[in-house]
Each structure stands twice: as C-alpha cells, then as structure tokens.
C-alpha cells in the first residue's frame, strides 16, 4: 500500500515553460512534506519543504503548495531549465519521523 | 513490497557500544546509499556505493564505517555514537544506467523502511 504516490513516471516540458510535478498522499497523519531532486548515481538533494500548517512555500524558481483537504501536493518550477533534468522525489513524515518516499517522476526539460 | 530491508529496525545502545545496521537489497541494483534522516531536517546522504566501490563519503564522522561485502548488502557499523547521532537511518538501492544520447540518464531509488536510533 502506497503511502506516498507519484503517479506520472516521466514528465517532458519545453524549457522556459512551467513544470508541475504532482504527489498524492493517504495517510492524515503526515505533517512535514519534502521534494529531493535526483541525479544519475547521486543521492538525492533536498530542495524544498512544507509544513502541513501552510499550503505555500516558495524558494527562488520551486514553490510547493500542499491542498490538505485533497492531499494532494505539487512542486512547480519556473522557468524551468536544462539543468533541471532529473528525477523528483516527493516525501512526507508523520510526527513519529518516519518517511516515506514517493517512487519518483522523471522530468525532461526539452531544448 | 520496495524490496530493501533493514534491520534492525529499532536500536537503542549506548556512546560506548559498538552496533551494525544491516541493509539487504533484492532488486539486483548495482548501488546502494546509507541516509541520515534527523527529525524535521532533510535527508543527508551518508554514503554512496557503486559495483561496491564507494564513491562518497559526505563529511561523515569516523564513528560511522560503511561496509559493502557485495552489490546486495550493505552495512553500518556504529561505535562510540554521541546523542545527536539518535536518527532514522535509511538504505536505498538503485541501478545506475548509463548515460543516455540526451546527456542525461536516471535511476530510481528505493528505500528501505530504516532502521531508528537511539543514542542513551
């Protein structure tokens, strides 16, 4: 059972334009969600957070917003850019610190 | 169901012990990475191994010693932790492709349930 889902595997956008990448969670309980970029035989890198008391946060060209109600959150990057080209993890944890990771979207910014 | 396990998965010791966390991959990947995920904080990648080899070491603390006897295993052994070393410790396993005609190649990663420490 997912707790976590990235239901697109791959994402292809034309650079300069806005990527969306999409998260859905089940469980209530999570409360601090977290995107990690991933590149090829690297670890992944923290990129950006929410708490569940706030349905925005922005940081430079990424902004998550976070819809409780639908648990459902979304990382936006814009413009996006060459380097922008990895895979995108998405991540919650519950009071209890435990986490739990999406599989992961492919993004392909397109020349 | 992500096949990596680990144990244990609960670890309570002492700053005088000397304990190993054991990761096991059944995913015929190729690398595994040891995390630290301290409350609230982002992930810190730890180590990084490919075919074996480790190939990262993040400024990680000698009391940490990873261990990769073969691509399915993993190990971290602990000795003379402090506190703050109290975390939830995450495997993941991955298979690293080669670079694709676009410059850009991926892998997808998958964790382990991790292993939570405690550190009296």
């Known amino acids: 059972d997912q707790q976590v889902k990235q239901n697109s595997p791959s994402l292809s956008v034309q650079e300069g334009r806005i990527s969306i990448l999409n998260c859905d969670y089940t469980?209530?309980?999570?409360?601090?969600f977290l995107w990690y970029k991933k590149y090829p035989a690297e670890g992944p890198t923290f990129l950006i957070s929410?708490?569940?008391?706030?349905d925005k946060n922005e940081d430079g060209r990424f902004t998550v917003f976070l819809n409780k109600s639908a648990k459902h959150l979304s990382l936006h990057i814009v413009p996006s850019q060459p380097g922008d080209s990895a895979v995108y993890f998405c991540?919650?944890?519950?009071?209890?610190?435990?986490?739990?990771f999406g599989k992961g979207t492919r993004l392909h910014i397109l020349p | 169901e992500t096949g990596v396990t680990q144990t244990p998965r609960h670890l309570v010791m002492g700053m005088t012990n000397k304990k190993s966390l054991k990761c096991e991959q059944h995913?015929?990947?190729?690398?595994m990475y040891w995390y630290k995920q301290s409350a609230k904080k982002p992930l810190e990648l730890m180590f990084v191994?490919?075919?074996?080899?480790?190939?990262e070491n993040n400024s990680v603390p000698s009391r940490f010693s990873p261990e990769c006897p073969n691509s399915s295993h993993l190990f971290l052994h602990l000795h003379t932790l402090q506190p703050e070393d109290s975390a939830l410790y995450l495997c993941?396993?991955?298979?690293?492709?080669?670079?694709?005609?676009?410059?850009?190649?991926?892998?997808?990663?998958?964790f382990g349930p991790g292993t939570r420490l405690t550190v009296l």
């Open positions: 469980n209530s309980m999570f409360d601090y």
């Open positions: 993941a396993s991955s298979q690293v492709l080669g670079t694709g005609a676009e410059g850009v190649s991926t892998d997808t990663q998958y």
């Open positions: 995913l015929g990947h190729n690398a």
């Open positions: 991540a919650a944890s519950d009071r209890d610190d435990k986490i739990i």
């Open positions: 191994y490919n075919f074996k080899e480790q190939t």
């Open positions: 929410i708490s569940s008391i706030k």
